[in-house]
Nanobody, 120 residues
């Protein structure tokens, strides 16, 4: 079983920056990929960025050039550096991981979410 704990959310002005962190803990052998999703008010939850264990990355078009996802495999932690934030980035951001454990195989996990609000 994997627990995902997010941190780093908050209130920032347009053009500002935030860095989100997600630390994974629990019983697992490996984490294949870690991702950030977000859900804005009244909208569907969507993928923001993803990084694999091999450091391959994928970004939503809306955040390309502004957000950077990175992963520290030794710490089982994924980060999302968010720059040039816009009001439309306001959402609850969720950490997501695909992990493997000998006792359960491959499973998907979600964090509790952290609020990011971009407003003047």
């Amino acid at each position: 079983q994997v627990q995902l704990v997010e941190s780093g959310g908050g209130l920032v002005q347009p053009g500002g920056s935030l860095r989100l962190s997600c630390a994974a803990s629990g019983t697992f052998s490996s984490i294949y990929s870690m991702s950030w999703y977000r859900q804005a008010p009244g909208k569907q939850r969507k993928l923001v960025a993803q990084v694999t264990s091999g450091s391959s990355t994928n970004y939503a078009d809306s955040v390309k050039g502004r957000f950077t996802i990175s992963r520290d495999n030794a710490k089982n932690t994924v980060y999302l550096q968010m720059n040039s934030l816009k009001p439309e980035d306001t959402a609850v951001y969720y950490c997501y991981a695909v992990a493997y454990g000998s006792g359960y195989g491959n499973r998907n996990y979600w964090g509790q979410g952290t609020q990011v609000t971009v407003s003047s």
